[in-house]
C-alpha cells in the first residue's frame, strides 16, 4: 500500500477534510500537532488509533499537496 493510499476524503466526514483512512483525524490535525512540537511516539500515544505510518502519509500528502501548488510570479 502506498502510503498516500491511507489518505481518504468522504464529503460525511469533517467535511470532506483529508484524513487517515478508518479515522475521523484529519491530515492537518496531525500536521498541527507536529508543528506545535508533538512527537510522533506523544501523538501515538495520544491517539492509539494511528499507526506511524499514518504520520508519515500525512507528511507525503502535504508534500504532494505543495508540489501540486502552483507558484505566483514575482512582480
Do not use: H, N, W
Amino acid at each position: 500500500m502506498s502510503l498516500l493510499e491511507r489518505i481518504g476524503i468522504d464529503s460525511a466526514v469533517r467535511f470532506g477534510k483529508p484524513c487517515v483512512r478508518g479515522t475521523r483525524i484529519t491530515v492537518g490535525d496531525v500536521l498541527g500537532y507536529l508543528a506545535a512540537g508533538m512527537s510522533e511516539d506523544e501523538l501515538l500515544a495520544e491517539f492509539p488509533q494511528l499507526q506511524r505510518d499514518d504520520i508519515r502519509a500525512c507528511l507525503a500528502y502535504a508534500a504532494e499537496r505543495e508540489r501540486r501548488t502552483l507558484g505566483v510570479p514575482a512582480a
